[in-house]
Each structure stands twice: as structure tokens, then as C-alpha cells.
């Protein structure tokens, strides 16, 4: 029933170019950065992933998994990034769905914990996340809460 298609980027690196672009007009951060933490993945230098909902070929949701998102815990790694839906597919589940898909795919490589940084509350905890502690983001002048998933 649902009509969503979720997929990993390694099953369809044909969208890589359009999901760095899509990521960069959400987050801002450049295109180039993506691409990078992409191509890794893609090459099997990392097994840190990227995740995206489509609704027919339009990204509707996406996140990915990077080494650590930009805060001073350098120590709790790998960190969910980027998690993001279009405002007009939100209350949907695709998030939801999105995040247990990440978690799933990280166990299957024996990758657990991991961990996200986030503004939001009462939100994450629905999908099997824990307040973990607070941290510093970079250049961020307020803490920010850290979850974990095990």
C-alpha cells in the first residue's frame, strides 16, 4: 500500500549526482562534500551509507551515515546526518521508516551503536533512539542533545 520507495544508494548509484544536489539545497552544505562521503561509499571505502525515499523519481526523504556530525564527541561514531523529509510527505512515517532502515542496515554489518544529533525532542525516541548526552556542536553557540541506537 505504501507507494514510497525506499532504497539504499548503493542499489541505485545512478542517483548519486541528484541526491548530493538534493541534500546540499536541504543542509547547505556543499554538494562537493557529498559527493565525496558518496563515492566513498560507493568505492567500498566505508560502509557508512546513504538512504533516500523516492516518491517516483523525486527525493522525498533522505539521511545518510558519516563519520561524526559535526560536534565535539568525536568519540561516539558513526552519526545518522542530514535527516530530512519534504514538508509536503512529513507525517507520513518516512522518516521512521528511513531511520529503521539505517539502523537495520549498520547491524547487518556488525555497525551498532550509532548515534544523531538533533534540536528535536519526543521525536526520534519513537523509532528506538535514547537521549544519550548533550554535545557541542562546531561553531554552534548552544549544546545539542546526542541520541544513540544500540
Request: aromatic fraction near 14%.
Given at each position: 500500500?505504501?507507494?514510497?520507495?525506499?532504497?539504499?544508494?548503493?542499489?541505485?548509484?545512478e542517483?548519486?549526482?541528484?541526491?548530493?544536489?538534493?541534500?546540499?539545497?536541504k543542509?547547505?552544505?556543499?554538494?562537493?562534500?557529498?559527493?565525496?562521503?558518496?563515492?566513498?561509499?560507493?568505492?567500498?571505502?566505508?560502509?557508512?551509507?546513504?538512504?533516500?525515499?523516492?516518491?517516483g523519481?523525486?527525493?522525498v526523504?533522505?539521511?545518510?551515515?558519516?563519520?561524526?556530525?559535526?560536534?565535539?564527541?568525536k568519540?561516539?561514531?558513526?552519526?545518522?546526518?542530514?535527516?530530512?523529509?519534504?514538508?509536503?510527505?512529513?507525517?507520513?512515517?518516512?522518516?521512521?521508516?528511513?531511520?529503521?532502515?539505517v539502523?537495520?542496515?549498520?547491524?547487518?554489518?556488525?555497525?551498532?551503536?550509532?548515534?544523531?544529533?538533533?534540536?528535536?525532542e519526543?521525536?526520534?525516541?519513537?523509532?528506538?533512539?535514547?537521549?544519550?548526552?548533550?554535545?557541542?556542536?562546531?561553531?554552534?553557540?548552544?549544546?545539542t542533545?546526542?541520541?544513540?541506537?544500540?
Amino acid at each position: 500500500m505504501n507507494k514510497y520507495e525506499y532504497i539504499i544508494l548503493r542499489d541505485k548509484p545512478e542517483l548519486k549526482d541528484a541526491a548530493a544536489e538534493w541534500f546540499h539545497s536541504k543542509w547547505g552544505v556543499p554538494t562537493e562534500a557529498y559527493l565525496e562521503c558518496m563515492n566513498d561509499y560507493l568505492d567500498g571505502k566505508v560502509e557508512y551509507g546513504w538512504y533516500l525515499c523516492l516518491d517516483g523519481d523525486r527525493i522525498v526523504g533522505g539521511l545518510g551515515v558519516i563519520e561524526n556530525d559535526f560536534h565535539d564527541r568525536k568519540d561516539l561514531s558513526p552519526n545518522v546526518c542530514a535527516v530530512y523529509t519534504e514538508e509536503d510527505y512529513r507525517s507520513q512515517g518516512i522518516a521512521g521508516r528511513l531511520l529503521n532502515l539505517v539502523v537495520d542496515d549498520m547491524k547487518s554489518k556488525g555497525i551498532t551503536p550509532i548515534y544523531l544529533v538533533t534540536d528535536h525532542e519526543n521525536f526520534y525516541e519513537r523509532y528506538g533512539w535514547e537521549f544519550y548526552c548533550m554535545a557541542q556542536g562546531d561553531d554552534e553557540p548552544e549544546m545539542t542533545r546526542l541520541y544513540i541506537h544500540r
